[in-house]
């Protein structure tokens, strides 16, 4: 069936290091995908998104590709800072499937 | 504002005590959700509805009830409760399930603690 994997956190590193979050997924057909992040207390926002393949999404110094032929969609950002702390979901629209989430902190 | 409510934010009650969670969206979506977060588990979506009077289990749904009655509103209800629902609750809507470019929209969460 369908599924999303990410990869287990938490993910702790420093500020201004580079930043990646692997997530690949198993679906029927060729799915969008979408990065969605949570503050602490808060509910998921979307982050970036890519609706088909080699598509790639961007928003606040993130990126992720659409790869077909590795089906990931793996998430980046060169410089993160402090603010940057949260988890973060991979997603695939199928049935809205959600990996586990992976926890991001970033230290001073 | 575009924004899906969710009614209580906070809640700690008994086992067996019915309750309902409310969800509303003011952006006329068709398609609206319930998802539990668990650590380690991530989100597992409980039902979802892609229209009134449409409704249909997702992932873990057992223990919860929901209703489409309009569109706006999207209750779940937990008949009698048990200390396993324990979890952080979200509710989400998305204009239409079968658009793939339109992500959802999510709401503040409600923390549910059964004792």
């Known amino acids: 069936g369908d599924s999303v994997t990410q990869m287990e956190g938490p993910v702790t590193l420093s500020e201004e290091a580079f930043l990646t979050i692997n997530c690949t997924y198993t679906a029927t057909g060729y799915p969008s995908l979408f990065w969605y992040v949570q503050y602490p207390g808060e509910g998921l926002q979307l982050l970036l998104k890519?609706?088909?393949?080699?598509d790639k999404g961007s928003n606040k110094g993130f990126e992720a590709t659409y790869r077909k032929e590795t089906t990931s969609f793996h998430l980046e950002k060169g410089s993160v800072q402090v603010s940057d702390s949260a988890v973060y979901f991979c997603g695939h629209w199928g049935k809205f499937q959600f990996g586990a989430g992976t926890q991001v902190v970033v230290t001073p | 504002e575009a924004q899906v409510t969710q009614n209580p934010r906070y809640l700690i009650t008994v086992t067996g005590k019915k309750l309902t969670v409310t969800c509303s969206q003011n952006?006329?979506?068709?398609?609206m959700s319930w998802y539990r977060q668990d650590p380690g588990l991530g989100l597992r979506q409980i039902y979802y509805?892609?229209?009134?009077?449409?409704?249909d289990k997702g992932d873990v749904p057992e223990g919860y009830k929901v209703s489409r009655k309009e569109k706006r509103n999207f209750p779940l209800i937990l008949e009698s409760p048990s200390p396993n629902q324990t979890s952080l609750y979200f509710c989400?809507?998305?204009?239409?399930?079968?658009?793939?470019?339109?992500?959802?929209?999510f709401g503040d969460g409600t923390r549910l603690s059964i004792l």
């Open positions: 890519a609706t088909k393949a080699d």
């Open positions: 989400a809507s998305s204009p239409s399930a079968g658009d793939s470019n339109q992500p959802q929209h």
């Open positions: 509805s892609m229209n009134v009077e449409v409704t």
């Open positions: 952006m006329n979506h068709e398609y």
